[in-house]
């Protein structure tokens, strides 16, 4: 795999991963990352996404690791972001997949790119703030509620909340633990180095998520593969549920007794579904 810096508008710089520069014969996947990581693609799936002949390529989200703060980020705004990385690797279409956050950023990188990609496989995403017909807030853990509700506030409100005692407590379960005892323990390595450059990688993801999201997912037009876990408690089942209902190309797999985390072990049949569309 290699690493690059990739100029961006505003005199940004996206921090760029891509692992099979040198195999442009292997049909590119974009991975969205969640919150709070890095945008390293994901080690779990190397071995499966070589045997499929799939390229990862990805980069931190502005604020994460090498990649420069952009106050004020939206989900369209990111897309923007993708489309500037793709051109740089010279790739014109492309795949996109996400986990948590990073499952929205690559719905929307679909409807603000169009034809430019060719499917979406997202696992635990969350829906638009406001969604109608969906109680936003329900069933998360009280960490998740206190850190949304801060940034529905605005960026400042949330940085506060950053700043203060306050620490978010996943409340793992014992299968979460016994999954970051495995390969998926990768999950620790993009999350301890997410805020290096500062905590406005988080911040800004998470007002992100209570901004509009600046394009609708019921325009996408290429296929979707939607995957959420049933216990899910950092963003909820019926995330899924509406976004699958709202986007006309998705197929939703609730899967059950599987948590925000345990989700990550069906990726591999989601990769295998990624392919067959490609």
Known sequence: MIELDV????????????TAPEQSGRLPVMWHHGTP?????????????????????SFD??????????????????????????DALGIDRFA???????????????????????AVLGLAAIAPYGATGLD??????PSGLAALRA?????????????????????????????FEGPWGWLGKVGQPALAAGPYGQIDD????????????????????????TDDRIIPAGHG??????????ELRLCEGDSHFTIVTHAERGLEWLRRQI
């Open 7 to 18: 100029p961006a508008g505003g005199g940004r710089t996206l921090h760029v991963y891509d």
């Open 37 to 57: 990581n890095v945008g390293a693609p994901p080690e779990p799936l190397f071995t499966a996404a070589a045997e499929l002949g799939l390229r990862w390529v």
């Open 61 to 86: 989200r502005p604020g994460y690791g090498g990649s420069s703060v952009a106050p004020g980020r939206t989900i369209a705004s990111v897309a923007a972001d993708a489309a500037t990385v793709a």
């Open 96 to 118: 996109v997949a996400g986990y948590s956050g990073g499952g929205s950023y690559a719905l929307g990188c679909a409807a603000v790119l169009g034809s430019r990609v060719q």
């Open 136 to 141: 936003w807030f329900a069933g998360m853990i």
């Open 151 to 179: 940034a529905a506030e605005g960026r400042e409100a949330r940085a506060a909340l950053q700043a203060s005692d306050f620490i978010y407590d996943c409340e793992f379960t014992k299968d979460d633990l016994a999954l």
């Open 206 to 229: 998470d007002v992100s998520y209570t901004l509009p999201w600046g394009c609708d997912p019921g325009t996408v037009d290429a296929p979707v593969l939607l995957l959420h876990g």
């Open 241 to 250: 549920s509406w976004l699958a209902a709202r986007c006309p190309t998705a």
